[in-house]
């Protein structure tokens, strides 16, 4: 099995965040073809286009995670319907110069856990509206909506499960180790859709 290098970013960064809780269960559950990475998001300056052609080195080192990495893995609670704005900003940072937007034509998914009962549906389905204009490919089913932190029981276990198979399906299908799936989709002129810009 082909294994993929998922660069995480966590919108929680609290020290006792449930997000960040959850993605530890995430990479102790190890789904298989998956090595995870992650990022202290809260680091970043606020952007500004005032740096961004010479961005601090915390920037540049950001990015450099975004490139090398094969897919982008996004936790998120919920703020106030929506996702937080340390997010927003580590996300604006990764699409600026503009037209060097380094979340094109990723692959993504988009994943939250919080108290509430709806578990970030509202927060997800905002970062699902921001991805697509960015041109990600996100994962678009299963949806998975999280009011717990851990991947401890046995169903949020297989939850989890089938959700990084579904992930890892649409990694070989776009990243192109699966040739066959992947000659498909770009037979179908997938492959040069524009700058989302
Ligand atoms: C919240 N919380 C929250 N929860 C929810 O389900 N829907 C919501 O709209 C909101 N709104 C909201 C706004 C703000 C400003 C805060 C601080 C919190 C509760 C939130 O889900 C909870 O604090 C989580 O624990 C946040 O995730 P982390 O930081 O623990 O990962």
Excluded at 5 to 18: A, R
Excluded at 95 to 117: E, F, T
């Amino acid at each position: 099995m082909n294994s993929y290098k998922i660069f995480t970013l966590v919108g929680g960064i609290s020290s006792q965040s449930l997000n960040k809780k959850f993605y530890q269960s995430i990479v102790e559950l190890g789904p298989d073809g998956f090595e995870f990475e992650t990022f202290d998001i809260s680091k970043l300056p606020f952007y500004s286009q005032d740096l961004e052609n010479d961005p601090p080195d915390i920037v540049s080192e950001f990015k450099e995670k975004i490139r090398e990495s094969d897919g982008i893995l996004f936790i998120t609670p919920e703020y106030n319907r929506s996702f937080p704005g340390v997010l927003k900003n580590a996300i604006d940072w990764g699409s600026r110069p503009y037209g060097m937007s380094l979340w094109d034509k990723k692959v993504g998914a988009v994943i939250g856990a919080s108290p509430g009962n709806i578990g970030t549906f509202g927060a997800q389905h905002h970062l699902r509206q921001v991805l697509a204009y960015l041109n990600m490919h996100v994962l678009a089913q299963p949806e998975v909506y999280f009011n717990s932190s851990a991947a401890k029981d046995e169903t949020t276990k297989q939850i989890l499960t089938k959700y990084f198979k579904a992930f890892h399906e649409l990694l070989e299908l776009i990243s192109g180790h699966d040739h066959s799936q992947a000659m498909n989709y770009k037979s179908q002129g997938l492959e040069d859709s524009p700058l989302a810009h």
